[in-house]
């Protein structure tokens, strides 16, 4: 079946480290996204890549870094300088050309900071 | 700024009747709208799409309107059932072009 995978579900991280978020799809979606959740925030935008190799932010970038390398995946850094990263972080993935379809969502890493 | 408006409380309804969710928008010109639902823990899921020239789109027991001079669309479930117990998103294009932003979401509690 095609979907949309994030690992970890759960991830800790100790102050001052980088962890990297996974997320891989296999719906031959050109585009992905990486957006965070907090509770009463609704979702928001960090990075969002419609091609490979292609990126861009989005309105809450700063301390994130992503890579697009392959089609298939879409790996979310979450480095040092972000101050608050506790947070669950959702991945999705869409096809370029509009459609009727929405965006695909993977079930989500929630980073809690130790 | 942009702005999507759901509203905050949640809504409570007894199964069987119809919930009515809005979704108002601000610094938008919408081709389209987008409704999705999350479970707790979860990720959203993708519900329907409604493009501009569309006045009202069906799915089963969901009904979806979009009024452009309103600035505003209505999600509707109707003969609602506990299982319809979610969040309701919606979402618009931002102006970029390239990525969809959410409102906050409505939680809607169906009981028995």
């Known amino acids: 079946d095609g979907g949309i995978t994030q690992s970890p579900k759960y991830l800790f991280r100790k102050e001052g480290q980088n962890v990297t978020l996974s997320c891989e799809q296999n719906?031959?979606?050109?585009?992905m996204y990486w957006y965070r959740q907090d509770p009463g925030q609704g979702l928001r935008l960090i990075y969002y890549s419609q091609i490979v190799n292609d990126f861009q932010k989005g309105d809450i970038a700063e301390g994130y870094s992503v890579s697009r390398e392959k089609k298939e995946s879409f790996p979310l850094t979450v480095t040092s300088a972000q101050k608050n990263p506790t947070a669950f972080y959702l991945c999705?993935?869409?096809?370029?050309?509009?459609?009727?379809?929405?965006?695909?969502f993977g079930s989500g890493t929630r980073l809690t900071v130790v | 700024s942009q702005k999507i408006e759901q509203n905050s409380e949640a809504l409570n309804i007894q199964e069987g009747k119809t919930a009515t969710l809005t979704c108002n928008y601000t610094?938008?010109?919408?081709?389209?709208l987008q409704w999705y639902r999350q479970d707790p823990g979860r990720g959203p899921v993708f519900l329907l799409l409604?493009?501009?020239?569309?006045k009202e789109k069906r799915k089963e027991r969901l009904k979806v309107t979009f009024d452009t001079t309103l600035k505003q669309s209505l999600f509707h479930i109707t003969a609602s059932q506990p299982a319809d117990s979610a969040t309701y998103l919606c979402a618009l294009l931002s102006n970029s072009g390239y990525a969809l932003n959410f409102g906050k979401g409505t939680s809607l509690l169906v009981t028995p």
């Open positions: 999705a993935s869409s096809s370029r050309v509009l459609s009727n379809y929405g965006y695909t």
């Open positions: 610094n938008y010109s919408p081709a389209y």
């Open positions: 409604i493009r501009e020239n569309e």
């Open positions: 719906l031959n979606h050109d585009a």
